[in-house]
């Protein structure tokens, strides 16, 4: 069965400073695809990165960035520079493609609180 | 605006009622899926539509239905509630382009926050 674990319960940090929040996903199946997904105060689901098994480069998208690495099935999310609008509670997931909904597994999330 | 419309956003009920939440995916989307969070619970997948037909089924509890109507819209009943069942309950649907392969993306509607006193 799939799993994602997001260690980090809650994280603060004081705005202007890096953060990165961990993701370590488990499953048996060679394709699969990962999430991001970021939840603010307001309460919507927002969808922030796609990625799939095979295509391990690293993204960055502005402040944010995201480092998968299949040899320690990690799909970390770093923010750079954080800012207070980027505090939310940010969750990563794991699908395993075939778009059944018990096989698109988040993990608990992580809230991160930015400080002025 | 994701395009996903939940109705309604609150609600306050009494413990033995029975509600019913109702979602309209985003256009052109015809697949839709129903998730509880609740604070110790994280999300939870209840449940999946496809075109009208239940396509896969999660922790869903008996007292819980749904169904997908002609149009795609979509209602989560809950019945004979409990205070446990308070939660925010999500909506959330996609392209479900099989015909291409890959996972799709869920996009979620803002939820509806269900209150049991």
């Known amino acids: 069965a799939q799993k994602v674990t997001q260690a980090q319960t809650e994280i603060s940090v004081v705005e202007k400073e890096d953060v990165t929040l961990d993701c370590v996903y488990e499953?048996?199946?060679?394709?699969?695809?990962l999430f991001w997904y970021k939840q603010p105060p307001s309460g919507e689901l927002v969808f922030l990165i796609r990625r799939n098994s095979f295509d391990e480069q690293n993204e960055i998208s502005g402040r944010y960035s995201w480092n998968f690495q299949k040899s320690t099935s990690s799909f970390n999310f770093t923010i750079t520079a954080s800012q207070v609008v980027d505090s939310a509670v940010y969750f990563c997931a794991l699908s395993l493609g075939d778009n059944y909904g018990q096989n698109f597994v988040f993990g608990p999330g992580t809230r991160l609180s930015v400080l002025p | 605006d994701s395009g996903v419309t939940q109705t309604p956003k609150h609600l306050i009920t009494a413990t033995g009622q029975r509600v019913t939440l109702r979602c309209s995916p985003r256009?052109?989307?015809?697949?839709v899926y129903w998730y509880q969070q609740s604070l110790d619970q994280g999300l939870q997948f209840l449940i999946q539509y496809y075109n009208g037909e239940e396509r896969a089924k999660g922790n869903i509890l008996e007292r819980f239905s749904a169904q997908q109507f002609p149009d795609l819209h979509s209602e989560l009943n809950l019945s004979s509630l409990e205070l446990g069942d308070s939660a925010l309950y999500f909506c959330?649907?996609?392209?479900?382009?099989?015909?291409?392969?890959?996972?799709?993306?869920?996009?979620f509607g803002a939820g509806s926050r269900l209150t049991v006193l």
């Open positions: 499953t048996r199946d060679t394709t699969y695809y």
């Open positions: 256009s052109g989307d015809l697949s």
């Open positions: 959330a649907s996609s392209v479900d382009d099989r015909g291409t392969g890959g996972a799709n993306v869920l996009t």
